[in-house]
Nanobody, 123 residues
């Protein structure tokens, strides 16, 4: 059984910062791409940032220059440093990962989601 657990969300004033963390646990062989998505009330879930490997990253245009995604492969952890936060960043933030894990006598690759962590930015 593989699990993703996020932490670090909360309430912050406009212009402030938060750092989200997501730890993967279970019978993990390797983790490929990891990423963060967010979903605001009444809207679809959208990609915020993705890190396929430690050497490459992708960002939504709305967060470029403000957010930084990073990963610690030894800790099976992905981070999202969010600076200069705006009220429009308010959403539930979800961790996502492509994980190769042991399933019985075989290895399988599946995509996993965390439970989400609320980020609220007040004006």
């Amino acid at each position: 059984q593989v699990q993703l657990v996020e932490s670090g969300g909360g309430l912050v004033q406009s212009g402030g910062s938060l750092r989200l963390s997501c730890v993967a646990s279970g019978s993990i062989f390797t983790i490929n791409a990891m990423g963060w998505y967010h979903q605001a009330p009444g809207k679809q879930r959208e990609l915020v940032a993705r890190i396929p490997t430690s050497e490459s990253t992708n960002y939504a245009d709305s967060v470029k220059g403000r957010f930084t995604i990073s990963r610690d492969n030894a800790k099976n952890t992905v981070y999202l440093q969010m600076n200069s936060l705006k009220p429009e960043d308010t959403a539930v933030y979800y961790c996502n990962a492509d994980i190769v894990h042991l399933a019985g006598d075989w290895y399988k690759s599946n995509n996993y989601w965390g439970q989400g962590t609320q980020v609220t930015v007040s004006s």
